[in-house]
């Protein structure tokens, strides 16, 4: 595909456990974390990908490895088909600076000594995006953009609300005009009617400077109102990804169903009390083998308990996981 901004390509990322004194000497073998178990992905330019999955299933792990906050241990990530870890001196700079993360938590992100001004001077300055002479008026036109008054401009974050602190870090997340934005859990920490404004506001922003934003997020309603395509995740591993409303209406893979049926919200007429699949999940240090669903999969068959079921076409863009060409009319009880 031609219009690929940024991809993955197989990556995989582990996390080393710390083990006590003792199981060493024992002559135990090292433990990991298996954060991401080969994920291959296409994000394309001007789209927004919703990622969605359980808490620990490597969201926030592939949001880092696609800014380059964690260096996959294998695979790729590739930027415009350039390999990012292969990246140094200018070029890195030049990648830091069109690819960038926006956080959940500005707190944290904001440092609370600097004025707002100073926050954006600094972000415009390090990326040299102005002459000094322009900083100013560039700095008013980020607080419009993001629809904050001119006089936010002389205040310390802890003086904003945390939807406006959240539109601080778009702002300075905009002020080095990148291209990629990657949101992890971006208003997950908001009130639900803030949560829209900040969500609004970033869909315009989208359309008006024409950026590619990846969105993870647990809320699946969230996804469905600002994603054009969505990837699901499992263990460390996309397990399905298309166009939203072909995912949300016709999910190919036992996941995908259990997970939009455990979320009444998403659509009332098919409220449940069901959990996202039976049984428990799985230590991503102990990986299940074959199918890493297939422990809780209700439809499991012995295929699916020694054979990785590859990423397969279920026709528009659409791609699943799974050993069944098709899934049952009710595949979760
Ligand atoms: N820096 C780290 N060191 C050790 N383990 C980590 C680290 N970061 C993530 N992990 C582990 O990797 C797995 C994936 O974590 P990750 O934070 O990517 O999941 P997530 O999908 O973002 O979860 P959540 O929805 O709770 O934010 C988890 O088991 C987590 O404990
Ligand atoms: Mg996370």
């Known amino acids: 595909m031609t219009n690929v901004i940024l991809s993955t390509t197989d990556i995989s990322k582990r996390f080393p ?47 880092r490895c696609l800014v380059r906050l ?18 140094n001196g200018p070029a890195r700079r030049t990648f830091n600076r069109r690819v960038q993360m926006i956080f959940q938590d500005p707190y944290s992100s904001l440092n609370p000594r600097m004025t707002v001004r100073q926050i954006l001077a600094e972000a415009l300055s390090v990326h040299s995006m102005r002459p000094k002479a322009q900083i100013e008026t560039r700095i008013g036109e980020l607080l419009g953009l993001v629809r ?17 602190r959240q539109r601080i870090g778009i702002a300075r997340a905009l002020s080095v005009e990148p291209e990629v934005l990657v949101a992890d859990e971006l208003v997950s920490a908001l009130d ?32 469905r109102h600002i994603s054009h395509r969505v990837a699901v995740m499992y263990l460390g591993k996309v397990v399905e990804y298309g166009p939203t409303s072909s995912i949300f209406a016709a999910p190919q893979h036992p996941y995908t169903d259990a997970l939009l049926r455990a979320a ?22 102990n990986l299940p083998k074959g199918c890493l669903f297939h422990t809780r999969c209700p439809l499991a068959m012995d295929r699916c308990r020694t054979e990785i079921p590859a990423l397969r076409p279920r026709g528009d863009g659409h791609l699943a996981a799974c050993h069944l060409d098709t899934l049952p009319a009710k595949a979760t009880p």
């Open 17 to 63: 456990v710390t083990q006590s004194v003792l199981s060493r000497l024992r002559g135990q073998h090292r433990l990991a974390v298996n954060a991401l178990n080969g994920v291959s992905l296409d994000i394309i330019k001007g789209e927004t990908l919703g990622i969605v999955g359980e808490s620990g299933c490597g969201k926030s792990t592939l949001a």
């Open 70 to 87: 964690h260096d996959c241990d294998s695979g790729k990530v590739l930027f415009e088909g350039t390999d990012i870890g292969t990246l």
């Open 148 to 164: 904050l008054p001119p006089d936010a401009a002389d205040k310390y974050p802890h003086e904003f609300s945390g939807g406006q």
């Open 192 to 223: 639900v009617s803030v949560q829209a404004q900040v969500v609004n506001l970033l869909l315009e922003l989208q359309d008006r400077l024409n950026l590619t934003v990846v969105f993870v997020a647990h809320d699946l309603r969230l996804v």
């Open 264 to 285: 009444p919200e998403v659509d009332p007429s098919r409220r449940t009390r069901t959990v996202a699949a039976r049984g428990e999940l799985p230590s991503p240090i």
